[in-house]
């Protein structure tokens, strides 16, 4: 049996040293395809039940589904004989629900996981594909974990995607999450050497440079996206993670604690604020304690606090060190503000009027530089990666965010007072 293939994925095709296999690559790199054949040869050659996920079931169809039976015909090795016995060497395809069995005993399942229930039935499974895994949640990765099992056989996991935001979870887990100073692999690294293996997970990274069968005008149109896309084009031509969209701080930086204090020292005339979000249930208390560099345009941030679920009683034992400073907080609440000004707090309510969320956000972004501690992690979470929203045009709307980011409120209103020169009218610079 011969079958051509493209040369970057043949060491991939027999790799089977590790347990889990990370695929991430453009638009067109030929991952999918090659995932498929490398699990057809497997069960071709050993008994196995693989089981290929996608988040939702119907999406096998057109994509899964579609390139083993693509396989399997190529190869010419579909059992169409209508008996009861499948053709020894041969594979016979089944829809409702999708299905392929080999003459050997192995057989692969499709599923979805917007039908979880229907997992809980499967057994002694040793091989899962996830197919478009930066879909799946988090949560549903890690029960599929504990799907993979098998008396007898070694276990694997193969993962496929294109590459989404570094806020992805398929980032934070086998790359690096800052929240929770983690660290595996520097992506970059991978960009570099192209395929590694770190932590019994093999890394392989693709680009549509790597499929010798993609048409030149289809590589001609990846590369116009960089003209009116580029966040497409760093995706579905490059291959590789990063932040989608438009970063509302671009000038944000994180720094070791010490290093934030010791430039909080050296400011000629500090300004110290204080800011405060109100939040129990789905948001957040969030407070940020910040310094401000009027004079190089920098702000620091280098304290924060960051709790749900909180009544307002425990939140004021747990900040009580507080109750010396000024504490800017939102004016929504008034009767929050007055509890904790009656607990002894200097609270005020921060300005609010029509458009203050674009001025507000354009204040902060006014800053040359935005550093922020390392012991601020929700800060970081929030601020490092956001993003403006768009509308169904494209078009970008200056108060709305890809999350509801708690901190930055804070920090909106703890700057309340602060005025931060516009670059555009500074006749110095």
């Known amino acids: 049996m011969e079958k051509e293939v493209n040369p970057h994925f043949e060491d991939f095709l027999f790799d089977w040293s590790t347990k889990t296999q990370f695929l991430v690559g453009g638009y067109g790199s030929s991952k999918s395809y090659h995932v498929a054949l490398k699990i057809f040869l497997k069960l071709l050659a050993e008994k196995r039940t693989g089981l290929v996920i996608r988040e ?148 392989h990274h693709s680009t549509a440079d790597d499929n010798l069968f993609l048409p030149d005008d289809y590589i001609s149109q990846l590369e116009e996206m960089k003209e009116y896309d580029p966040d497409l084009h760093r995706i579905a031509r490059e291959g590789r993670f990063g932040v989608n969209g438009v970063l509302v701080l671009p000038q944000f930086e994180v720094w070791e604690h010490e290093e934030v204090e010791a430039a909080i020292r050296s400011i000629r005339k500090p300004i110290l604020k204080n800011g405060m979000d109100f939040g129990f249930v789905d948001s957040y208390n969030a407070i940020v304690r910040m310094a401000v560099d009027l004079e190089n345009r920098i702000l620091y941030i280098y304290w924060q606090y960051y709790k749900n679920g909180m009544t307002d009683d425990r939140t004021a034992e747990e900040i009580a060190h507080l109750k010396k400073v000024l504490i800017k907080a939102d004016s929504a609440e008034p009767k929050t503000i007055q509890f904790y000004r009656q607990s002894g707090f200097r609270m005020m309510a921060t300005r609010k009027f029509a458009g203050s969320r674009i001025q507000y956000t354009k204040k902060v972004k006014r800053f040359k530089k935005i550093v922020c501690s390392k012991q601020c992690p929700d800060v970081i979470r929030e601020l490092k990666t956001l993003t403006f929203k768009v509308d169904k045009d494209g078009k970008r709307k200056e108060d709305e965010f890809n999350i509801d980011p708690h901190t930055f409120s804070a920090i909106w209103y703890g700057l309340d007072d602060v005025e931060v020169k516009n670059l555009k009218h500074d006749v110095r610079k």
């Not at 999708?98 to 996981?113: P, T």
């Not at 570099?192 to 770190?198: L, S």
């Open 56 to 203: 939702v079931y119907e999406t096998h169809k057109d994509s899964t589904f579609s390139l083993f039976s693509e396989i399997i015909e190529d190869l010419g090795l579909i059992d169409d004989s209508g008996k009861k016995k499948i053709t020894p060497g041969k594979i016979r395809p089944k829809e409702s629900p999708y299905e392929l069995r080999f003459s050997n005993g192995s057989k692969i399942i499709f599923k979805g996981m917007d039908k979880p229930a229907k997992l809980k039935s499967i057994n002694n499974i040793s091989l899962i594909w996830l197919e478009e895994c930066s879909e799946i949640k988090y949560a549903g990765f890690k029960e599929l974990l504990g799907r993979l099992r098998h008396p007898s056989l070694k276990l694997h996991m193969i993962l496929s995607t294109n590459p989404v935001g570094e806020d992805n979870w398929t980032y934070k887990h086998f790359f690096k999450d800052e929240e929770k100073e983690r660290f595996v692999l520097d992506d970059n690294e991978l960009y570099e050497k192209r395929t590694i293996v770190v932590n019994n997970t093999y890394y």
